[in-house]
């Protein structure tokens, strides 16, 4: 199986559904002829030319906007993002049409479009090239929001996605697009939306966790070993629909509960999950549901390894639930 | 192609809306209205022949009857609201002539992108009046599942687009619409309607802007009413004139006498015609008059005089093409009344009907957040369900 | 004491400290000489001129961009809103100016200043008139949330708002805005931001809320009297900073909680507030942490009353609670 | 006031930016940008004597160091990025004469709204070099205390205002600024900077259509580098120019040479005259060119032509106004060896001293974003205090 990592996966998913599907467009500033600031969209205008590749005006609202026209008209768009911090203002063209436009017609029009966009810290990108946002999108009645953080998952769930009814905000963690490499199968396969994938099984504590701090969450479960604590790791995948399944079986066999984000703590999806958890396994906690996540400040320059969830914070709070 | 055959001039002049109370110096006489804009029917009702287009006598009455139509609901519908028949409601007396003469130039298969005051465009397009009816109402008929407020309509049998408040937030989907007929080689269009206040949103500019850049086949009307809520157009921008904006985007800005049917006809099918083939989009600023409130829960009194009133009053649109058509031998009073009395009966027997109809269920809340319901709201609408019956014991 | 409603409580605190304080400016739609159209600002265009009281151009980007430039150089803008619903095109200005203009420049610039919008449903306004969308500021770090239930606390709260040294966003309980009226003292007078009220005190479960809700919560709160069952009830008044210290209070108390909120419930700021409790009283709890909130839709037109939180819903949360 | 006499054009032309692989129909030649813009030292080095600006020897030459400073600083900068001793950098060589003629302009109690590519700006405004390093090396000496990437200044003692990423968004602010300059009755004004790409954004369209509407005394200078990251600008618009752009908002619209030093000082005086005297807005669009890439993240290969930077080279500001100066017998080659060592001595001397100030605080992180801070904040800092001292142990 051929190894890659998550840029290329995007790439493959892109490239491979546009050759099968001729509704597919991209669009999106410098995804044309440059390829895409990370490279994501390389080799498509060459492949699919200029009516399928669109370099856009640097106007978001313009390009969500007219990809909504285009999904309403039955193509399949995919707008890019360049950086998620880049997409407010294309909010109200997000929470206003993208979210509403079938509840609102009845069920008489819809626009399925699956928006790219590199998110999260980790790059030295500073305030306005690090942001998590994606608990605005969770908070926005219409929307599906996946998260991958493995080029497996990437790919069959950007798939899924460019396949899926329904408007869907897709996360890529910029931090780990070239740092996480992994095999996939060859030719077509799709990950189910809606599904958590239980990432590593343990009985002591649950750590929730999605994108990057997967991979934060995965490092210290390992280091825990070495405590003697065995921790479930649960990778979200899609913060919406949620597995809530998923996390409930974890949690009511720990009774012990960690979630890690990016995102700045207060009302940052962690909130959610832990509200879901209260309100439906409260029974079964042995502690508190303690949140690892980014602090309640603009994302930080200098000193950003500070402010990102990392092993040692995990790790602390593995403690302190061990010892509640 | 070349469009100066019909472009008169984008125009210099939107300071006539100030009013009397304004404080400014730019103040002026609302004597400006005529010039610089195109008209077929002029106000002492003179014909430029030139211009005219040639409709046969059968399309000339259904322009009026439509106009008809859609004033005659209008006053219905403030009285429904008035009585609590109906929530809410917008009204569009006064902009019939733009609405209907530039909706009328497209055709069926084309698009039509509208606002929450475009009625007149919905009924040349041959909307059942029941489904307008049911809407207002949000009962079980209603296409839009009593989801939407009154006036938020849409409706996929004519190609009407689903209606959101944000205003101009619909323009970046129009042109979206359009770039896709495009690379689908259709030679379809899309028409997209917004008014004088639209100007002024972010999404305007986007509109227009990946319009111009891709040269998609839309057709921007806008409704210079004169009035965004409160708001003359003399402060909403201090650009000449609507028209103009479309330079900015490298295409042609077309001004016209919007309480002229017949003129914004003419420039709407010019414009299709050029967009059909290839020409890109084009901006048609029609200027026009809402002769009643912004809206049921809008007191215009607090902003405009009744000389303004007054004013727009004799440039009635409905009288103007009634002069015209008397003039064509098309219109007598015997027309009228029939028009009148089978107009009424047709809206009064929609009403009662749908009346009649029940609000839809409390179920449908859930549908259609998505193309399937999710666990997740499933279990919402059960929660929901419960505590009506739980109210029921 | 004077009784008055909100509007006019909103109204007597811009006209009252516009004449103290002449930085004041006010911003926004129809603002001017209609004086809003929910009359909130009637009067002040006569008083104070067209230039203190601007009725601007119709975008909310705009208004928001040049009320945070002339909080720069000086001034005290007071943008209005006039639905919450249409604030969206000005999310950007909001995130990316607003919320980090005085971190970003490392405290060299900062940008005082209260947006007003009337928010909620209830007043059969669909989609695009009636939401709640609180969770997205709380979730920005650098704003504060204020959110006022009565006259008293509107016309204090805004009050202090306007003095405030911080960017706040100030939402008005439409719903309610004639509905509820209520005595206040002649002349000035504050109410701190920061600080939640007790609205009603009681033993056996803790109700938490804001806003319109508020009112919901008390009538639900003397309906369960009815079955022996006392209330707590916990008006937040400001979101964020957030009266942790009065909620633990009230759950330590009584070790049941609902939360009511109108806004969707997934990622609404119930979920802070639920997560804040499971972070630090979880041992009080004495059964789930229960949400009463809006649906995960957009907000329907014909259905309103089945969509938001009613004294039922929250009897039925409370019976649920006693019973656990 | 009349503004005709500078006002020689907004001009028809902007394709010039199209690179040779540019597959569309609209591509043209790069001869054509000569031609409808203003210029006051042609290529061939004649001077239009009758806009010349008459500025002293010592004003000459200070503009001529500040642009070799800032041309040897990009070139360092660009060096210390490779070298991993900044994390990122923008360079702005090419378009010296556009910042440092345009600001120049401009009095110390004027402000400025500058982008992320305006170091030439802030330093001809003054700025200390060691200030500009420091907030590239985001240490504790950092104005901005390192809480954001290079290139993201702010400045307050030169009144040179915060950046942020997002394109557009300090146009509103800048407006807003001036706005209330108007409203304290004070007679300065502001200079808002961006970039072509920046043309398309909401922010501008509001930015402009306010400043049009209260007649702001803002400036907006716009450098139109012909690129946006791997936009050409003729993909960016359709509009035949970018300067035409400020009629639909109502003010005017200047085209100059913008590497041409005394066009772009000249253009701006009359703006800021004009401005400062009540007669609100102006647009500059200054011609100018990105020599090198759009930040050192982004390689240019990937979509411009060899013949194309060849072209603008052949354009170089600096080259341009130091024929200009030599004619007038202020440069000759010692002057110009003199000015580079000043400049590579101070700059080296500023790099050193700041490389040895250490990076700001961890419990920097938690100040600043509210005035005071609140108690979730201490709680978060004592946490991630508490991880330190335990990593310590
Ligand atoms: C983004 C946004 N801001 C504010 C409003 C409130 N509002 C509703 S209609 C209106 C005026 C619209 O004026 P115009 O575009 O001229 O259209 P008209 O109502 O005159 O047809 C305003 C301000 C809104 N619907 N959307
Ligand atoms: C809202 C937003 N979208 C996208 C970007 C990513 N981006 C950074 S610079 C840039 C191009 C800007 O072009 P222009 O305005 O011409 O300025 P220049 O860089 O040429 O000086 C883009 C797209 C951004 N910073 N902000
Ligand atoms: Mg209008
Ligand atoms: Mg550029």
Redo the contacts between chains.
């Keep these: 199986m051929p190894t890659i990592n998550i840029v290329q996966a995007v790439n493959q998913a892109l490239k491979e559904e546009m050759r099968r599907d001729d509704r597919i467009v991209v669009l999106g500033e410098d995804v044309g002829r440059d390829g895409g600031v990370f490279r994501a969209t390389e080799g498509l205008y060459d492949e699919f030319g200029p009516d399928r590749v669109m370099d856009t005006p640097l106007a978001e609202s313009g390009i969500i906007g007219t990809a909504i026209g285009m999904a309403i008209y039955g193509l399949n768009p995919v707008p890019e993002i360049q950086f998620l911090d880049f997409i407010y203002p294309a909010f109200d063209q997000i929470v206003t049409n993208l979210a509403k436009l079938r509840y609102r017609s009845g069920g008489q029009y819809s626009c399925h479009l699956v928006v790219r966009a590199p998110y999260g810290g980790g790059i030295k990108g500073g305030h306005y090239h690090s942001q998590s946002s994606e608990a605005y999108f969770t908070h926005t009645a219409g929307l599906k929001v996946v998260i991958p953080s493995s080029p497996y998952d990437t790919k069959g769930l950007l798939l899924s996605s460019l396949r899926d009814p329904d408007p869907i905000i897709f996360l890529e963690p910029k931090r780990i697009y070239r740092a996480v490499k992994g095999e996939i199968p060859e030719g077509e396969f799709t990950v189910p939306i809606g599904k958590a994938r239980i990432a590593r099984e343990g009985r002591d504590v649950s750590i929730l966790a999605y994108g990057a701090m997967l991979h934060v969450a995965m490092d210290a479960a390992e280091a825990a070993k070495k405590n003697g604590v065995e921790a479930d790791v649960v990778d979200l995948r899609t913060l919406v629909p949620l597995d809530i399944d998923a996390i409930l079986s974890s949690v009511q066999k720990t009774g012990r509960v960690i979630i890690v984000h990016e995102a700045p703590r207060t009302s940052g999806f962690g909130a959610e999950i832990s509200a879901q958890i209260a309100e439906r396994a409260i029974e079964y906690l042995k502690g508190p549901i303690l949140r690892v996540t980014g602090y309640d400040t603009p994302f930080p320059y200098t000193l950003e390894e500070y402010y990102l969830p990392s092993v040692p914070k995990v790790l602390k709070a593995i403690e302190k639930l061990m010892q509640y | 192609m070349n469009s100066s055959h019909y472009l008169i001039d984008s125009g210099r002049r939107n300071r006539r809306f100030l009013t009397q109370?304004e404080?400014?110096e730019e103040q002026e006489s609302l004597s400006h209205i005529e010039g610089d804009m195109l008209q077929v029917i002029s106000l002492e009702g003179k014909i430029n022949a030139q211009l005219e287009p040639k409709l046969s006598v059968e399309d000339l009455k259904k322009l009026y009857k439509t106009m008809v139509l859609t004033r005659v609901l209008d006053t219905k519908c403030m009285n429904m609201q008035r009585q609590g028949r109906i929530?809410?409601y917008v009204p569009c007396a006064g902009q019939e002539a733009a609405q209907i003469g530039s909706a009328f130039a497209a055709t069926a298969e084309d698009?039509i992108v509208p606002t929450y005051r475009d009625q007149g465009v919905a009924l040349i397009r041959g909307l059942d009046l029941r489904k307008l009816i049911a809407h207002l109402m949000?009962?079980s008929s209603?296409?839009?599942?009593?989801?939407?407020?009154p006036n938020?309509w849409?409706?996929?049998e004519i190609h009407f687009?689903?209606v959101?408040?944000?205003?101009a937030?619909q323009?970046?989907?129009?042109?979206?619409?359009?770039?896709?007929?495009k690379?689908?080689k259709k030679d379809t269009i899309v028409l997209a309607y917004h008014g004088d206040?639209?100007t002024?949103?972010?999404?305007?500019?986007?509109?227009y802007?990946?319009a111009?850049?891709?040269?998609a086949p839309v057709i921007f009307i806008c409704e210079n009413n004169g009035w965004?809520?409160?708001?003359p157009v003399a402060?909403?921008?201090?650009?000449?004139t609507l028209a103009?904006?479309a330079?900015?985007?490298?295409?042609d800005g077309v001004r016209v006498d919007g309480n002229d049917i017949l003129a914004v006809y003419k420039a709407t099918k010019l414009a299709i015609d050029r967009a059909r083939s290839g020409g890109?989009p084009t901006m048609i600023e029609c200027l026009t008059y809402r002769m009643g409130p912004h809206s049921t829960?809008?007191d215009p009194t607090?902003?405009r005089t009744k000389e303004e009133i007054e004013f727009w009053k004799k440039r009635d649109p409905i009288e103007r093409f009634k002069n015209y058509l008397e003039l064509r031998g098309v219109w007598n009073q015997d027309f009228e009344n029939k028009a009148r009395t089978v107009v009424d009966e047709e809206i009064n027997r929609a009403i009662e009907e749908e009346e009649k109809i029940p609000?839809?269920e409390?179920s449908?809340?859930?549908?259609?957040?998505?193309?399937?319901e999710?666990?997740?709201?499933r279990e919402?609408e059960k929660e929901?369900l419960?505590?009506?019956s739980?109210?029921k014991e």
Excluded: C
């Excluded at chain 2, 965004?228 to 708001?231: G, L, R």
């Excluded at chain 2, 999710?374 to 709201?377: D, I, T, V």
């Design positions: 109370t404080q400014q929530g809410f698009w949000g009962n209603d296409s839009m599942m009593g989801k939407q407020m938020h849409g409706f996929s687009m689903s959101a408040s944000p205003i937030a323009l970046p989907v129009a042109t979206g619409i359009a770039m896709s007929m690379l689908k206040g639209a002024s949103e972010g999404d305007f500019h986007a509109a802007n990946f111009g850049v891709y040269k965004a809520i409160s708001v402060r909403q921008t201090a650009a000449a103009i904006k330079e900015a985007y490298g295409f890109g829960s809008d607090k902003y609000p839809p409390t449908s809340i859930f549908k259609d957040v998505y193309a399937e999710p666990a997740s709201l919402q929901e419960s505590y009506e739980s109210s």
